[in-house]
């Protein structure tokens, strides 16, 4: 997309019949938030900035008030911040008729932007990484459920992944998804069913620094609404059916040089195949490794997820996808990446990349030395390298890695760590009321996982 401004915007809207702008963010959750605004208006509130409330702050996917959290709010007297658009955002909604169009925001306090707001977050991290003259091209695979909007009932009986008779049903879906999203920037790679009864998993290309979250951002959203249209539901929540396969969201990333022209992942002269670069940062990552599964898989339901496809330690290997990084090594050196495997489809995509430049950062400050690579199962003890940490399992063993983790913590912000930190404590107090009243009565909230993330996920 060529980069806009306000004059470009407003030239685009009066060439075209729009009524309507969404104004929109991106909430601590990756849930999008926005306000529309007619068309006639957008000058105005785009240059005076549109007032948000900062319940995006500090409240849980369903929008209830995490109370851990309300000091946020109360010191600032539940007020406002306001938002100004990020004009290189813009873009206009086809499957609206394009006669709605959408622009992603910067939230500000005082004038100052939100350093707590995740995609802030990020924008910093990418800044540190440009400083050391490098730059990151990424992308997230998300995988979804797709189910009858009214029954709430996965599209296909049976999960076969990859399957032509289950991919032939989703011709209607498929061809509106390819027709569409390439339109708002997101251009399509693949398109495939996975292992569970309606899963489905739709990759795109990958993106230089900021564009790759605001790319994920769109993409789910996109990906929400024209389901709807369809008389479907899409969920990105990670495990919605219990009995079922989990969803994940692999982040593909590479190293380049700060112009985005030369890549720095790949040496096939180091028996690694890996430049010193990329293993400095890949040491990065799987030290932190414990410390950002908060991060990665932000959810109680998240850590239903582990399964024989999700990494349970810090390991690497080439083309292993037992481990925590996956290695894609070709050739073309422009083809080189790597696969974070633990990353949920619930995470917020803007925190899965300020997490690991964060990481990736600090092996490359370090020059962390990376482990050697797992060339068997990483879920044998005895393929692993000596001293190799394991992921946490659950909310409190991943709340307490993150908080013990002072790199991650001092990267993503004080102010962030007490909001998303409070917003932890209490999903897991919602966990823990459930199993008490089962436990008592065998009467348990079994389904408050579905009503707080299977829609809004």
């Known amino acids: 997309m060529d980069m806009m401004d306000q004059a470009k915007v407003l030239e685009l809207l009066e060439s075209r019949e729009v009524n309507l702008v969404r104004f929109e963010l991106s909430d601590m959750h990756g849930v999008p938030r926005c306000k529309t605004i007619p068309t006639s208006l957008f000058k105005k509130k785009a240059s005076e900035g549109l007032n948000f409330g900062l319940g995006f702050m500090n409240k849980d996917p369903g929008y209830n008030i995490v109370h851990g959290s309300k000091e946020y709010l109360e010191k600032r007297n539940f007020g406002d911040c306001v938002c100004f658009p990020e004009y290189n955002t813009f873009t206009l909604l086809p499957w609206c008729g394009n006669t709605t169009g959408r622009v992603l925001l910067e939230p500000r306090l005082d004038g100052i932007p939100i350093a707590a707001y995740p995609r802030n977050i990020a924008k910093r991290q990418l800044d540190r990484l440009k400083n050391l003259g490098y730059s990151l091209l990424s992308a997230h695979e998300h995988e979804f459920y797709l189910v009858d909007k009214e029954t709430r009932k996965p599209i296909y009986d049976i999960g076969n992944l990859r399957a032509t008779s289950n991919n032939f049903q989703l011709g209607k879906f498929y061809n509106e998804i390819a027709k569409q999203l390439p339109k708002v920037g997101v251009e399509i790679e693949t398109l495939e069913t996975g292992c569970g009864a309606g899963q489905l998993q739709v990759t795109y290309r990958p993106a230089f620094g900021i564009r790759a979250p605001d790319n994920a951002h769109t993409y789910k959203i996109s990906i929400k609404e024209i389901a709807y249209q369809q008389g479907y539901m899409a969920t990105f929540m990670t495990k919605p059916f219990f009995d079922d ?15 985005e022209t030369i890549p720095l992942t790949h040496d096939p002269d ?60 070709r050739d073309d050196a422009k083809n080189a990446y790597m696969e974070n495997r633990a990353s949920s489809s619930a995470s917020n995509p803007y925190l899965t990349l300020a997490a690991t430049v964060a990481a990736g ?25 000596l001293g ?48 008490r009243e089962a436990k008592v009565n065998g009467d348990g909230d079994s389904d408050w996982e579905h009503i707080l993330y299977f829609e809004s996920m």
Not at 250 to 255: A, G, I
Not at 362 to 382: C, E, F, R, T
Request: charged share 20%.
């Open 388 to 435: 190799t940490s394991m992921i946490p399992h659950n909310m409190k063993d991943a709340l307490k890695a993150f908080l013990d983790d002072e790199v991650i913590c001092k990267s993503m912000g004080e102010d962030f760590v007490k909001l998303f930190t409070a917003a932890k404590m209490h999903e897991m107090e919602l966990e823990e009321k459930a199993n």
């Open 270 to 329: 180091d028996p690694t195949g890996l430049s010193q670069v990329a293993q400095h940062w890949m040491a990065g990552i799987l030290k932190h490794a414990p410390g950002l599964a908060l991060l990665l898989t932000p959810t109680v339901n998240c850590f239903r997820r582990y399964d024989f496809t999700t990494p349970v330690n810090a390991t690497w290997g080439v083309d292993n996808r037992s481990c925590y990084l996956r290695v894609k090594l």
């Open 361 to 385: 950062i600090d092996g490359i400050q370090h020059k962390l030395a990376l482990p050697k690579g797992v060339s068997g199962s990483a879920y044998n003890n005895m393929n692993l390298p």
């Open 245 to 259: 396969e989990s969803n994940g969201a692999h982040f593909c990333h590479s190293l380049w040089d700060v112009t």
